[in-house]
């Protein structure tokens, strides 16, 4: 067969079906719809200990902490005296106009890639986050965290459920100085002659 | 291959409201046409265009390499000196690509010769992917066409799979979707990427190219003030490089869709490029630089093409010297300034009276499928029909 063999229907439809035709039979879910909500994470406090954790080899462990370092540096929470950092974390670092709390792991959730057969069976990381231990006060005290405090759970388990939305990447946020510097082109572009009849820039 | 009329889905302007397919018809035509089929046999298919589609891609990959390291070719290519190291950079890193089509004129038999290669920002993909596919199921299950019947169109599932793969190199990415705006044609291409994106499991977020802004980290934001870290942009690499923002390009940590190497093989200074790589090859038409006038065979009637033109604007046929033969029969636009090239004329097939192109997709480097537009004119512009095919 020279076609997709099965689209996702419910995928593309964005009104309500307004009659019945035929294609109930192709309505099939496709790519990640394994209905559990949650996913298994591991929480690591170095490479090495993500080599000996996970089934991940050593270039993926690094890769993993390479992410969750970089992310860190835009999702960690801030703090604007270094007394409230610690008073949360206990140790921190300065960022010359605030600080972070410093990252005691990472967590890492672990995918196989289907490559045809089961001998080839490749591991490599799906998520990988900047993880902090809470040491303030309450009931969160001496509990792993995200960046944007989502409560893992207590150090020293195998494994840990979290939800997917958790899991999500975090959106880096930062305050724009400008808009409206790309687009002139094509709309100068769209100005010549009277027919107006351009659907758009793509060719 | 033949042109075979066949009477419409009854429902199909309901079906098309419901799948959120806005643009099939513009300006008070048809653009979705399901009046009339193609079919092909399947020794057509895989012989004639699906193979030369992944040597030509493969020819194509050459000339990048061959160019990016290459200032007078550059130059040649009319690409701004500033931008160079953004191109090489996404060259030599292996930035991946997402898709492109190639424009093929073939009539069935022989070769089928490649116009150019829309490596950038090709559209039609959601009338590729899904819709004619639906179109094919639904008669197939209403008994108007044979069981057998198939398509050649794996675009969709090669998108989605291609999407789980660029996953996997950008890992802990939002991928924004952009295209500019009041259109809803690009509108609801980039929808449909996006909904190809999401069902391989990667988080999106949408924004308008006008509505794009700058940080004083040249980092690039969306509307939420969110970093753009990731993003697939339906506007073209050339005109980026002309807008105010182009002095920010290259200065973030940002991966592109489609990468800026992609600007090498949109651009038609590829032709005359690929024809000095590779002479006389089948699936190529002579195309020549400005300069190479001289290398013209005597008699050879021209297409004169600008190195950016889009969408067929600004196409001109001319004699062997390049002087335009028939000043009748060109397309309006607002391209040129930049330089032309030539390309042997090659008409387009006509069946019952139309002028047929065929584009034919790739996801990566693997051909993906094809799709058919008609005209009635001899130079297929952005308005022309789309049409179904089938196998049989």
Known sequence: ?203 | MLRIPCPERPNWQALAHEYGFQFHTMYGEKYWDESAYYQFTLEQIENDLEAPTEEIHAMCLEVVDKVVNDESLLNKFAIPRQHWELIRDSWKNGDPSLYSRLDLTYDGKGHAKLYENNADTPTSVYETGFWQWLWLENNVDNQLLARASDQFNSLQEKLVNRFIELHALTPGRILHFACCKDTDEDRGTVQYLEDCAKAAGLDTAFVYIEDIGIDNKNEFTDVDDQVITWIFKLYPWEFMFEDEYSAHLGKQNMRWLEPPWKAIISNKALLPMLWRMFPNHPNLLPSFFEDELYKIPEHMQLVKKPIFSREGANIYFTDAQGVISDKDVHSDGPYGVEGFIFQERSPLPQFSGNHTLIGSWLVDNQAAGISIREDKQSITQDLSRYLPHIIL
């Not at chain 1, 209905?35 to 993500?50: A, L, N, P, Q, T």
């Not at chain 1, 950092?85 to 672990?110: H, L």
């Not at chain 1, 899991?167 to 946020?173: D, G, M, Q, S, T």
């Not at chain 1, 769209?190 to 060719?203: D, F």
Request: with cysteine; hydrophobic share 30%; aromatic share 10%.
């Open chain 1, 1 to 203: 067969m020279k076609r997709s063999s099965i689209l996702d229907l419910n995928l593309l439809r964005k009104h309500s079906r307004v009659f019945a035709l035929a294609p109930v039979s192709l309505a099939v879910l496709m790519g990640c719809s394994s209905g559990s909500s949650d996913e298994e994470v591991k929480f690591v406090m170095s490479v090495d200990d993500c080599e000996n954790q996970t089934s991940l080899g050593r270039e993926a462990c690094e890769a993993a902490y390479e992410q969750a370092l970089a992310d860190a540096e835009s999702t960690a929470p801030r703090y604007r005296f270094e007394r409230d950092c610690i008073e949360e974390f206990n140790y921190c670092e300065d960022r010359g106009s605030y600080f972070i709390p410093i990252m005691a792991g990472y967590i890492v959730a672990e995918v196989i890639d289907e490559v045809g057969d089961a001998i080839e069976r490749k591991y490599r990381y799906k998520h990988s986050h900047p993880s902090y231990l809470y040491t303030g006060r309450g009931a969160n005290r001496n509990k792993i965290m995200t960046s944007d405090g989502f409560v893992i759970g207590s150090p020293g388990k195998s494994s840990y459920r979290m939800s997917r939305e958790a899991l999500k990447p975090k959106p880096k946020v930062t305050r724009t100085m400008s808009r409206g510097g790309f687009g002139s082109t094509a709309s100068a572009k769209s100005n010549w002659g009277s027919s107006g009849k351009s659907k758009g820039w793509g060719g």
